[in-house]
Nanobody, 125 residues
Framework: VQLQASGGGLVQAGGSLRLSCAVS????????MGWFRQAPGKEREFVAA????????SYADSVKGRFTISRDNAKNTVYLQMSSLKREDTAVYYC???????????????????WGQGTQVTVSS
């Protein structure tokens, strides 16, 4: 399974970006998907996750109301729409997939089997 994250870049505070995660090698519809991020000198932290069907989602408190996770199983792609960006959102963003037979939306990195390479998001003031 390969995950390819893209869409990162430099944006001013208050701006928006949409990250994409293209999944190959296995059917996306069988995976719970998550986004995590890691800022310099900090541990990787949960951002958002979405169930296989896309009906259930979960967000970190720090991004709730500003970020939206979604998926298009037909395109094997997961998205993270980020709005009202803040400087503290600056980080490398990673997408992750959980293909366990029984899986639920989870915020713990250990619950995910596969990880993408990350895409840098930098928010300037």
């Amino acid at each position: 399974v390969q995950l390819q994250a893209s869409g990162g870049g430099l944006v001013q505070a208050g701006g928006s970006l949409r990250l994409s995660c293209a999944v190959s090698g296995r059917t996306l519809s069988r995976a719970v998907m998550g986004w995590f991020r890691q800022a310099p000198g900090k541990e990787r932290e949960f951002v958002a996750a979405v169930s296989r069907s896309g009906i259930s989602t979960s967000y970190a408190d720090s991004v709730k109301g500003r970020f939206t996770i979604s998926r298009d199983n037909a395109k094997n792609t997961v998205y993270l729409q980020m709005s009202s960006l803040k400087r503290e959102d600056t980080a490398v963003y990673y997408c992750a997939a959980d293909y366990a037979i029984i899986s639920v939306v989870t915020s713990t990195p250990e619950g995910y089997d596969y990880w993408g390479q990350g895409t840098q998001v930098t928010v300037s003031s």
